[in-house]
């Protein structure tokens, strides 16, 4: 009977094993198609475009197109794997009302970072590493809500986006077209 709950344990342990999982997202921001191999993968990720590939977690082998090799123990379940090696900015993006602006409690720590070769003080952060563990709520090219409801015991909420340099380039015209438009 003890060889039989020890078996059952683990046969149990294996088979939890074997259904957790690790999904990659592979993005490229820039204008040409980026290829990278993931094990034996090849992947051909399209401009401005994402690809998802699924693996086990555990020791796996990147290589990229310049043929530089990275071998990464995945332990999360969701990584943005960046082959171009471009620049990300993090932001802490706040909803709620004014009167709260000035006292929330931001994830990302105000300071000052240097993005596209410009100095910018705030909430933020920069990726430009091959693997990021995803620790944000919307991804490049993922649009933000315009509004968002807030649980009835809080006054904010705040939401981590990750921008690709197009977008931030786009996000900063429309800010200063809008802020023109008003003069």
Known sequence: MKKLFILSILSLT??????SKVDLAIDNPTDASVE???????????????????????EHQLTLENDSI???????SVYMINPSLSEYLVADEYYGPPSFQNSYASTLPNKEVTFLGMKIEGNYDVLTNVINKVTWDYGPRETLPE????????????LVKVYDSYEFIEMMQS????????E
């Open 175 to 182: 800010a200063y077209d809008s802020y023109s438009e008003e």
């Open 147 to 158: 509004m968002v409801e807030v649980d009835a015991d809080e006054s904010y909420t705040t």
């Open 14 to 19: 294996v088979f939890s094993s074997c259904s």
């Open 70 to 76: 990275i071998k990464y123990n995945f332990t999360e």
């Open 36 to 58: 990278i191999v993931v094990d034996t993968l090849r992947v051909l990720v399209p401009p401005k475009d994402v690809v998802w590939v699924e693996m086990g977690p555990g």
